[in-house]
């Protein structure tokens, strides 16, 4: 009766594990080990003070943040001039560590002395957005290296179909970050969301370098006629019933002066 009680449990847990396996395709989703703590911030100046809420990042804030113990990665304007938008990201060790920094930052006498001076004449800042992610396991490792002559960044967000992203995760893990590269495209970091409400999907964000807007372009149209790609592509949505993808965003960027990475 025992052997019997054994060998029930065994060929249950055995029938589990290859039903996870069959319906969990690549590694996991979850941080890569030894992930640090990605913010992306976006700022959206108040009518007219777009050139200062830049400068001040120049002469202060970004500063005041490395006091803080929170690591400044990049800063960017989008190449399309008529989108009012600073773009930058910071790295702290951990979400706690985050929590923490801003709480300092907000308080420190410094910073307060900052707002008061820029701002006697209007809030420079309407609102901002807060992006929250964490490595993914096949992002190169981040190098804040500034290349001559300056290059070109895109930021590109993907929104999965429900319940798609460990496919899109292992397709770029097998197959889009080596295309990327045969076709001229610099892989700069990949990171995967973290999502304030659990049941949220998480969202792919990377960010690609190019010598140009106009050869990232060109390298992307390149991209999408490989052969290569439109098998692995066909092949990763046949296996999926349909596209991994329900929406992609992608931002050109160039770097401010002040930018860690260029």
């Not at 007219?48 to 690591?71: L, N, P, S, W």
């Not at 790295?91 to 900052?114: L, M, Q």
């Not at 929104?159 to 080596?178: A, E, I, Q, Y």
């Amino acid at each position: 009766m025992i052997d019997k009680l054994v060998s029930l449990c065994l060929f249950s847990l055995l029938f589990s594990m290859a039903a996870f396996a069959t319906t969990t395709p690549g590694k996991s989703t979850a941080p890569a080990p030894g992930s640090k703590f990605y913010e992306v911030r976006i700022y959206y100046p108040t009518p007219g003070k777009y050139a200062e809420i830049v400068d001040r990042f120049r002469q202060y804030t970004t500063k005041i943040f490395e006091k803080h113990g929170m690591e400044n990665i990049g800063y960017w304007t989008p190449t399309d001039t008529s989108r009012k938008e600073l773009i930058y990201i910071l790295a702290y060790p951990s979400r706690e560590a985050r929590d923490a920094s801003w709480k300092a930052f907000g308080s420190d006498p410094e910073w307060k002395a900052v707002v008061a001076k820029t701002e006697a004449n209007g809030k420079l800042v309407d609102h901002v957005d807060q992006i929250f992610m964490t490595d993914a396991d096949f992002s190169p490792k981040l190098k804040l290296s500034q290349k001559s002559p300056e290059r070109t960044f895109e930021l590109r967000t993907y929104t999965c179909t429900p319940g798609k992203l460990p496919n899109l995760l292992s397709r770029f893990r097998d197959h889009t970050v080596k295309l990327f590269s045969k076709h001229g495209m610099t892989n700069v970091a990949y990171w995967v969301t973290q999502e304030k409400d659990p049941a949220t999907q998480s969202k792919l964000v990377y960010i690609l370098a190019h010598p140009s807007e106009a050869e990232g372009k060109a390298h992307f149209e390149e991209f999408r006629k490989d052969p290569k790609w439109i098998a692995v592509k066909d092949a990763s949505e046949k296996e999926a019933g349909g596209s991994l993808t329900t929406k992609v965003e992608s931002v050109y960027m160039k770097p401010t002066d002040y930018s860690p990475i260029k």
